[in-house]
């Protein structure tokens, strides 16, 4: 079993910035992809951001260049650094993990989520 927990939201004036962090725990051989999803209120889930366990890192267009997405292989984490945040990045942000728990067995786990609010 993995377990994926989130740190690091709350409530913040437009302008300002936050940390998430996520760290996996449980029975892990390696980890593929980790990155985070959002999901506001009467909207769908959407990708924020992802980075391969190589580094390559991926973003939405709605945060380039505000946000950053990074991993510590050895510690199995992944943290999302959000700047100039703005009232429409207001949202549940989900960790998620491709973790292989085998050599030839992977699966999707994913964290509670933790709420971000900012303010206008």
């Known amino acids: 079993q993995v377990q994926l927990v989130e740190s690091g939201g709350g409530l913040v004036q437009a302008g300002g910035s936050l940390r998430l962090s996520c760290v996996a725990s449980?029975?892990?051989?390696?980890?593929?992809?980790m990155g985070w999803y959002r999901q506001a209120p009467g909207k769908q889930r959407e990708l924020v951001a992802f980075?391969?366990?190589?580094?390559?890192?991926k973003y939405a267009d709605s945060v380039k260049g505000r946000f950053t997405i990074s991993r510590d292989n050895a510690k199995n984490t992944v943290d999302l650094q959000m700047n100039s945040l703005e009232p429409e990045d207001t949202a549940v942000y989900y960790c998620?993990?491709?973790?292989?728990?085998?050599?030839?067995?992977?699966?999707?786990?994913w964290g509670q989520g933790t709420q971000v609010t900012v303010s206008s």
């Open positions: 980075i391969i366990s190589g580094g390559s890192e």
């Open positions: 449980g029975s892990i051989f390696s980890i593929n992809n």
């Open positions: 998620y993990a491709d973790v292989a728990t085998m050599p030839t067995r992977s699966w999707v786990y």
